[in-house]
């Protein structure tokens, strides 16, 4: 399994930011999928989810009306759009697939500074 992320990177507050996660390994197609994001001396924390056919998402409170998740299933992607971008966003943020153990990204960092 090998999820990548990409994506990431400095902006003001207000801004928007799409990241991506390229997976491969499995059966991505059939495989519900999350982002999260761990900033700075926090713990790790769910940020979005989707389910295999991107039929049902779910998200966070505090990203609610901001984020969309989506996938593109025949390039085995799984996006975050972040829209109205603010502070508190800034974290490192991992792509997830669960299967009998969590798999991991390494991460792309998003910084949302002034």
């Known amino acids: 399994v090998q999820l990548v992320e990409s994506g990431g990177g400095l902006l003001q507050p207000g801004g928007s930011l799409r990241l991506s996660c390229a997976a491969s390994?499995?059966?991505?197609?059939?495989?519900?999928m999350s982002w999260f994001r761990q900033a700075p001396g926090k713990e790790r924390e769910l940020v979005a989810l989707?389910?295999?056919?991107?039929?049902?998402?779910n998200y966070a409170d505090s990203v609610k009306g901001r984020f969309t998740i989506s996938r593109d299933n025949a390039k085995n992607t799984v996006y975050l759009q972040m829209n109205s971008l603010k502070p508190e966003d800034t974290a490192v943020y991992y792509c997830?697939?669960?299967?009998?153990?969590?798999?991991w990204g390494k991460g792309t960092l998003v910084t949302v500074s002034s």
């Open positions: 997830n697939y669960k299967a009998w153990v969590d798999y």
């Open positions: 989707i389910t295999s056919t991107g039929g049902n998402t």
């Open positions: 390994g499995f059966t991505f197609s059939r495989s519900p």
